[in-house]
């Protein structure tokens, strides 16, 4: 979860208004948010490919993860999953928020505030906690299944937003292990236009990298976000190219 660490400076190409696009709209069948949607997520440093396809309703139906295949089948009050070899799990919704992550070894809780975002997560008995500021992610701190603390971000920004939402934020909370995330953050409360200029680790375990990164950004014409350079200092660690459709 915490083995990124990361202290960002925001490199904008161009003004993007911090607002939603004229063509994202709520959809009541599901809650999903309409407009462009990613398609691809490529991390060139872990040689990882996320791809995403979507129904005519803009409902993930398929993802992949390089070789690794999950479908998505919806209903009114869950999304199931089946992975490559055929493990089904699924998805339990309540007002178009996921509640819990449904699976034959136990299950994952998500919690939220009163403004539909993620506020609390209970991975594989560990807890994630999260503070916003509106509709900046300020905090992240982890603790273990003993309820000791692992690690603290701390993020802040420079006031540069994109047309779309932040896939980076989705992967500082979940970091890969909930794929459809990144397709719907809002049914996460992760959705987020604000672009992190900061984030700052604190940690006293001796596994969880602590440092700096700075990171770049690039867009399309319509404020899009297409690429995420991550530094530190000079060095270049991490870059995420993305596809929207």
């Given at each position: 979860?915490?083995g990124?660490?990361?202290l960002?400076?925001?490199?904008?190409?161009?003004?993007?208004?911090c607002?939603?696009d004229d063509?994202?709209?709520?959809n009541?069948n599901?809650?999903?948010?309409?407009g462009?949607k990613?398609?691809?997520?490529?991390?060139e440093?872990?040689?990882?490919?996320?791809?995403?396809?979507?129904?005519s309703?803009?409902k993930?139906?398929m993802a992949?993860?390089?070789?690794r295949?999950?479908?998505?089948?919806?209903s009114?009050?869950?999304?199931?999953?089946?992975?490559n070899?055929g493990?089904?799990r699924s998805?339990?919704?309540?007002?178009?928020?996921?509640?819990?992550d449904?699976a034959?070894?136990?299950?994952?809780?998500?919690y939220y505030n009163?403004?539909?975002?993620?506020k609390?997560?209970?991975?594989?008995?560990?807890?994630?906690?999260?503070t916003?500021d509106?509709?900046k992610?300020?905090s992240v701190t982890?603790?273990d299944?003993?309820?000791s603390?692992e690690?603290?971000?701390?993020?802040?920004?420079?006031?540069?937003?994109?047309?779309?939402y932040?896939?980076?934020?989705?992967d500082?909370?979940c970091?890969g292990?909930?794929i459809?995330?990144y397709?719907?953050?809002?049914?996460?409360?992760?959705?987020?236009?604000?672009l992190?200029?900061?984030?700052t680790?604190?940690?006293?375990?001796?596994?969880i990298?602590?440092?700096t990164r700075?990171?770049e950004?690039?867009?399309?014409?319509?404020g899009y976000?297409?690429?995420?350079?991550?530094k530190?200092?000079?060095?270049?660690?991490?870059?995420?190219?993305?596809?929207?459709?």
């Open positions: 979860m915490f990124k660490l990361v960002a400076v925001l490199v904008c190409t161009g003004f993007v208004a607002s939603s063509d994202e709209t709520t009541p599901g809650g999903v948010i309409g462009k990613i398609t691809m997520l490529v991390h440093q872990e040689d990882l490919t996320l791809t995403f396809d979507y129904d309703e803009g993930l139906v992949s993860e390089n070789d295949k999950l479908n998505y089948t919806w009114d009050d869950a999304i199931d999953y089946t992975i070899w493990k089904l998805y339990e919704l309540k007002n178009n928020l996921v509640q819990k449904m034959n070894d136990g299950s994952d809780y998500f009163s403004a539909r975002q993620l609390k997560w209970s991975p594989d008995g560990d807890l994630i906690s999260l916003w509106g509709d992610l300020t982890s603790y299944e003993d309820n603390l690690a603290k971000q701390t993020i802040t920004y420079g006031g540069c937003c994109n047309a779309g932040n896939p980076l934020i989705v500082i909370v970091e292990s909930d459809i995330a397709a719907h953050p809002e049914l996460f409360g992760l959705r987020s236009t604000q992190p200029s900061s984030i680790t604190e940690s006293d375990e001796v596994w990298e602590t440092g700075n990171y950004y690039e867009f399309d014409e319509a976000i297409t690429k995420i350079v991550g530190v200092e000079s060095e270049i660690v991490e870059t995420w190219t993305i596809t929207w459709e």
